[in-house]
RNA sequence: GGAGAAUUGUCCGAGUGGCUGAAGGAGCACGAUUGGAAAUCGUGUAAACGGUCAAAGCCGUUUCGAGGGUUCAAAUCCCUCAUUCUCCGCCA
């Protein structure tokens, strides 16, 4: 939710900025306009239930000396009338308002790229050499590696839930296990992130908070006449834990990680990426929020941003980084980085993390606040989201890059201890 | 899933139609007292929205689990829902 503050003192520029994000000046204009008929309104209603508290009070006081009130409630049926129409009104400007401003995305920062698209990002950084095709010239692609070794069945997958859904088998299963569970002690005993383990279901209310309602219900899994939806990302429940909450200065900033499934309708998806790991319906993620005070929040997701990438760089993983144009990033953020990682099958960098500072954004809809302490004034805080990482992504990765001439998938040094040891993936026999 | 009880401010807790944003207590903050602390005394202690304002502040409206209704007027009466507790059923 954006602050409506802007858009009132200062429209030019909430129009100039929104611009950026595609959003057509007309809509603002509009909107504008409806809000200063709302607050007529509320102005006008006020006014009214100001003078009915007073007349109210009058009546009381002739009760109580038992003399006759009987004019004077008459009028006040007038009044309390009239209050009604005018609320009547203000409820249906409070809609249109609401309306407008729950889909409007929010301001990107000023060291955000312009542009319409994905093209318009821009590199920041590489790591790796992603370019040097470990086996041969021809690396095979993750699921191919994946089925010869019989550690992925996607066919079996398809057969009991539906196509994007996988079975992860033997090697395999411990491969994914043995990710997550290394991502979760990098994030938690070097970086400082407090591990939780969260609802896979939240209500409604959660959902708009962080920005997939009421705008992208299409993109997620609904349980039918229930308000409650499976989670799309562990960000949800995270953000939301501090959700109409007021939290102390020295509380923050705060960091949460937790290990999740996904669930995703890719609903709008269909044809794309539809082998392998990368576009699943249901997927594990390790999911990185922090809670900041809005003077931090840039250096934060900096810090954050570094926090995905070091899992890559100790998995020894190719990467680089890129910085969203304001046309590609997500609705509810105000600038992110996505690390993509090397893919030498499909010979590019695909997503692997995204971070993101929502700054108030988030706050602004879920009521997360924090008292300063200088002057006991309530602000919003800036919350901020990240992965670290995407687990079945990085599965892929690790196949496609850690692939031998032979077939079988070099286990990356610092998973072995994970694997009870294990070096190599070998076929099944 | 069935039956019953409950839901008031940071916490405990009073309050069945009007003078209750809400008694009383605890906690917390500040001040007095003290060598310092405890005890004691005094003062203060919610949020959202709207208006005004450079700001501090001030004024108004709303909020007693949520939403709707009755009424001139609702914490208080009615309806629906949610949550918590107890008992029964089921169950990892």
Redesign the pocket.
């Given at each position: 939710m954006l602050d409506?503050k802007l858009i009132r003192n200062d429209f030019e520029k909430a129009a100039e900025l929104l611009k950026k994000r595609g959003v057509d000046k007309e809509e603002i204009a509009r909107l504008k306009e409806i809000?200063e008929r709302?607050?007529k309104l509320?102005?006008k209603?006020?006014?009214l239930?100001?003078k009915?508290?007073?007349?109210?009070?009058e009546?009381?006081?002739k009760?109580?000396n038992n003399e006759s009130?009987d004019d004077?409630?008459?009028s006040?049926?007038e009044?309390?009338k009239e209050?009604k129409q005018i609320d009547k009104e203000l409820e249906k400007a409070e809609k249109e308002t609401w309306d407008i401003s729950t889909g409007l995305p929010n301001f990107p920062h000023e060291s955000v790229p312009v542009g319409e698209t994905e093209e318009d990002n821009e590199e920041v950084s590489r790591w790796g050499d992603a370019l040097i095709s470990r086996p041969g010239d021809e690396p095979k692609p993750h699921w191919d590696l994946g089925e010869d070794l019989g550690i992925l069945d996607f066919a079996r997958g398809a057969k009991v839930a539906q196509s994007r859904f996988l079975y992860y088998l033997g090697a395999g299963a411990r491969l994914e296990r043995a990710l997550y569970n290394f991502m979760l002690d990098v994030q938690t005993k070097e970086h400082g992130y407090t591990e939780v383990i969260t609802p896979y279901i939240v209500n409604d209310e959660s959902m708009f908070a962080t920005g997939q309602f009421p705008k992208f219900k299409e993109d997620v899994y609904e349980l039918e006449n229930e308000n409650l939806t499976l989670i799309p990302t562990a960000e949800v429940p995270l953000t939301n834990f501090y959700r109409d909450e007021?939290l102390n200065e020295a509380d923050l900033p705060k960091y949460f990680t937790a290990m999740s499934p996904s669930f995703r309708s890719e609903a709008g998806s269909a044809g794309r990426d539809t082998r392998g790991l990368i576009r699943l319906h249901q997927f594990h993620k390790v999911e990185l929020v922090k809670f900041a005070k809005p003077e931090e929040s840039y250096d934060e997701l900096e810090k954050m941003t570094r926090d995905a990438e070091t899992i890559l760089e100790k998995l020894e993983l190719p990467y680089r980084r890129v910085v969203l144009s304001t046309g590609d990033m997500g609705f509810a953020a105000a600038k992110t980085y996505d690390i993509e990682v090397w893919m030498p099958a499909q010979n590019t960098y695909r997503e692997i993390s995204s971070c993101s500072n929502t700054e108030d954004f988030q706050a602004r809809r879920g009521?997360i606040?924090f008292?300063r302490e200088e002057?006991?004034?309530?602000e919003y805080a800036h919350t901020l989201n990240g992965s670290g990482l995407a687990v079945g992504r990085a599965f892929a990765a690790i196949l496609e890059n850690y692939q031998q001439a032979d077939g079988s998938i070099k286990i990356p040094d610092v998973l072995v201890p994970y694997m009870d040891g294990m070096e190599y993936i070998t076929a099944e026999k």
């Open positions: 409506m809000d709302r607050r509320i102005q209603s006020e006014k239930k100001s009915r508290n007073e007349v109210s009070k009546i009381a006081e009760k109580r009130a004077v409630i008459q006040m049926q009044v309390s209050i007021i009521m606040r008292r002057n006991n004034r309530i």
